[in-house]
């Protein structure tokens, strides 16, 4: 079992910047793959961002490429996600994910464990 908690969510304006945190419980944390996943009102989960178990690989959607950083620390057991110009369209419950197959890190379905989630508010 891994336990997954997010932070850092909050209410910022278009354009301003914001770091998500994610701790995880396990030492076996190291073995997963890691993602990141948002969630707006009336919408499906969605895909963010995701970075191999050693943290070589990352992959991101389209829609935040170049904005967005995921990153990870093994010996804190923590994943990260750095938010730069955000925008009103990124408002939503941001979702920590581990996997242990990065192949599949896309997938919701394909999640081992899951995050309860944190808000991003972004007015515009």
């Known amino acids: 079992q891994v336990q997954l908690v997010e932070s850092g969510g909050g209410l910022v304006q278009a354009g301003d910047s914001l770091r998500l945190s994610c701790a995880a419980s396990?030492?076996?944390?190291?073995?997963?793959?890691m993602a990141w996943f948002r969630q707006a009102p009336g919408k499906e989960r969605e895909f963010v961002a995701g970075?191999?178990?050693?943290?070589?690989?990352?992959n991101y959607a389209d829609s935040v490429k170049g904005r967005f950083t995921i990153s990870r620390d093994n010996a804190n057991n923590m994943v990260y996600l750095q938010m730069l110009s955000l925008k009103p369209e990124d408002t939503a419950v941001y979702y920590c994910?581990?996997?242990?197959?990065?192949?599949?890190?896309?997938?919701?379905?394909?999640?081992?464990?899951w995050g309860k989630g944190t808000l991003v508010t972004v007015s515009s």
């Open positions: 970075i191999s178990s050693n943290g070589g690989s990352t």
């Open positions: 994910a581990a996997n242990a197959w990065y192949v599949r890190i896309r997938v919701p379905d394909a999640v081992d464990y």
């Open positions: 396990r030492r076996t944390f190291s073995g997963y793959a």
